[in-house]
């Protein structure tokens, strides 16, 4: 069943379908494109997980936001872990996360298939960041705990990433997921125009019960399912970029308000971490 018709608005222009999954639930990006030719919608200077720039309002914000919620998400992680604490960053960007980990003595590892953001990672990281084809180099039960901030929905292939950090994990390891949530108010309000879809880039598009029915087939739990609260402010205000032809952060601003207000009792955030323990 189509759900809906969302246009590439930072790269392409290209239109694409999002179409439900019948088996777990999600939303398919369709067609998806090929291993070959996906690296081609990230190539844009407005790609901002690549870059430590700070060229206008947007990535201010952004970069604000990030070193805001840094800490943050070590402590959610560090409630729930032991004391060994050896961490995995999956697309780890510039490697501010790991950074953060490293200084909070986390013996700490990343991956990351940009070449340009993993130079910057490295040079916070001590050369802990590498190509993606390393995660076939790890070995088995290696972590205690695997993160994917807003990186889950661009994998291809998403069984076979996931059989992979079930292996790569410890025995009642963590592995952390963060994802757009397309059941928020937010992404109900600008419909084809949420710039969470984000599409080809974003594969998938999850839900909290598609992601449960996701996990669950790998023997993982979800233990907690954690609000990002500044995401649907950050959204809003480039969604509103797309409806219009032009910024209006303001207007962002309130949408993205009024979507956290109305996520107080529907508990549908903008975006949602789920902490999920390996069995």
Known sequence: MMHIKVKDHS???????????????FLETTPQPSEKKLPEYY????Y??????QRNVFEKVYHLV???????KLRLITSFTSEEKKILDVG????DFLQTAKENNWNVFGVEPNAQARRIANKKTNNSVYDIEQLLKFDSNSFDVITLWHVLEHLPNLEDHLTLFK?????????IIAVPNYKSYDAKYYKQFWAAYDVPRHLWHFNRNSMSNLVSKFNFQVKKISPMWFDAFYVSMLSEKYKSGKMN????????????????GSKEVSSLIYIIKNS
């Open 66 to 72: 990030r070193t805001v919620s840094l800490k943050k």
């Open 48 to 53: 901002i997980s690549h870059t430590d720039s």
């Open 249 to 264: 952060p303001i207007k962002g601003f309130f949408v993205g308000l009024l979507s956290n207000i109305k996520a107080l």
């Open 167 to 175: 292996n790569l994990l410890k025995p009642k390891g963590i592995l």
């Open 11 to 25: 790269v392409s222009g290209e239109e694409f379908q999002l179409i439900e999954n019948s088996k777990y639930g």
């Open 92 to 95: 780890c960007g510039t490697g």
């Open 43 to 46: 190539k844009s200077e407005d």
